[in-house]
């Protein structure tokens, strides 16, 4: 299956939930990509929206390696096959590196964006794919350790295995297409596929909370 867009993508995404208990749901998307997903799927169903951010720990000798990842809040999932031969210390400082940009990124946008209690809620966690699962595993951590009630998953794209991984730490995994064989980036998935920069991401929520 191949989207248009992000914008695409999020509609698609919206069609196939079928939200019931809008009162008591909110959506939580990862940025930058996630955003323009969960904010149709949240103008749809009329929904609380709000971010969660989590960023992948690249290895120290070629960054585009994802050993790991770490959310805003609780512990980084590391990938211990390969962390375990690496420096604990310079673990520990990129983690902090990281959290303090994820900081630096959540000021930026917190004059259009409150953030949404989610205890004893259902949440909805959208990104505009995953390939690894590491980023939305940190996320899922973190929104375990705020006591959601109920937590979903939806995402345009996932390998069939990481899905399978991801069924055993949620409550539901909503995806449009699971390939067996991934093509190795989300963006493979897509027509349209440009990187959402802050900006984009600025005006979309001052549009959404203009009109929610």
Do not use: C
Not at 60 to 77: L, Q, R
Not at 133 to 158: D, F, H, M, S, Y
Not at 178 to 198: K, M, N, R, W
Request: aromatic share 8%; no cysteine; charged share 25%.
């Amino acid at each position: 299956m191949r989207f248009y867009d992000r914008i695409d993508a999020g509609k698609q995404l919206a069609a196939a939930l079928q939200i019931k208990d809008a009162d008591n749901s909110v959506v939580l998307a990862l940025p930058r990509g996630g955003i323009p997903l969960g904010i149709v799927i949240a103008e749809q169903y009329h929904l609380p929206f709000d971010m969660i951010m989590s960023k992948k720990i690249g290895h120290p000798y070629h960054s585009e390696y994802a050993i790991g990842a770490v959310s805003e809040k609780g512990e980084p999932i590391l990938n211990r096959l390969v962390t375990d031969h690496l420096d604990p210390e310079w673990i520990n400082k990129e983690v902090i590196r990281l959290r303090k940009a994820m900081e630096s990124r959540r000021n930026k946008y917190s004059q259009v964006l409150s953030q949404q209690p989610i205890k004893d809620k259902t949440v909805f966690l959208v990104d505009d794919g995953i390939a690894t699962g590491l980023t939305i595993q940190a996320a899922i951590a973190a929104v375990k350790k705020q006591k959601a009630k109920e937590i979903i998953v939806a995402v345009p794209v996932i390998p069939q295995d990481t899905y399978y991984e991801l069924l055993s730490l949620v409550d539901q995994v909503v995806a449009l297409d699971i390939p067996v064989v991934f093509l190795g980036a989300v963006g493979a998935y897509y027509t349209h596929f440009p990187q959402v920069e802050d900006k984009q991401v600025i005006e979309s929520l001052k549009s959404f909370s203009q009109t929610d």
